[in-house]
């Protein structure tokens, strides 16, 4: 069964630090890109991070830049997040999502929630 | 990379069709056929419906239809079923390998 199960989430006050992990299973990992997206208490989706199949390529969306970091570990299926910084408006439940062979996310994780909070 | 804009709400009887738009601008949608459409019951993780602006993932039903003209990309339902009542997010790739989902919009069934 293709998997995706994210983890490391929690409560972190303004200006803290999470390192989120998302472990991937049923699929050959290394042969996708793969995203984080996010999702903010009541609103809609937010496009966070990708990255490319051997970590060479990495994009963000404008809000994280400079904060986040988006890494992978194709021998050990994983995905990760290094959030740094963090602040009120990153509270949210993130997804980790795999990018199909075009552009879309065919295969979702079930999220990890996150709040920034003192 | 503003979201592209969606109705907030739409509502159908069973049977019935309805439609959701998606309005972006020629930088989200440009060039692009590759608008995707992603459905989310409360409390669960989205699913793809439609990628490619029309095409469908295998498993999903038929009633599920895409396409795009211009810079608005509409998914219709068709025989509406209880069950679809959800959330609808549409998303294009935005170029750079960059994406831009739409505010989403929640389906009643009445």
């Known amino acids: 069964e293709v998997q995706l199960v994210e983890s490391g989430g929690g409560l972190v006050q303004p200006g803290g630090s999470l390192r989120l992990s998302c472990a991937a299973s049923g699929f050959t990992f290394s042969s996708y890109w793969m995203s984080w997206v996010r999702q903010a208490p009541g609103k809609g989706l937010e496009w966070v991070a990708n990255i490319k199949q051997d970590g060479g390529d990495k994009y963000y969306v404008d809000s994280v830049k400079g904060r986040f970091t988006i890494s992978r570990d194709n021998a050990k299926n994983s995905l990760y997040l290094q959030m740094n910084s963090l602040r009120a408006e990153d509270t949210a439940v993130y997804y980790c999502a795999r990018e199909g062979p075009s552009y879309y996310m065919d295969v979702w994780g079930k999220g990890t929630t996150v709040t920034v909070s003192s | ?110």
């Open chain 2, 1 to 110: 990379q503003s979201a592209l804009t969606q109705p907030a709400s739409v509502s159908g009887s069973p049977g019935q069709s309805i439609t959701i738009s998606c309005t972006g601008t020629s930088s989200d949608f440009g060039g692009y056929n590759y608008v995707s459409w992603y459905q989310q019951h409360p409390g669960k993780a989205p699913q793809l419906m439609i990628y490619d602006v029309s095409k469908r993932p295998s498993g999903i039903s038929n009633r599920f239809s895409g396409s795009k003209s211009g810079n608005t990309a509409s998914l219709t339902i068709s025989g509406l079923q209880a069950e679809d009542e959800a959330y609808y997010y549409c998303c294009s790739y935005a170029g750079s390998r960059t994406w831009v989902f739409g505010g989403g919009t929640k389906l009643t069934v009445l």
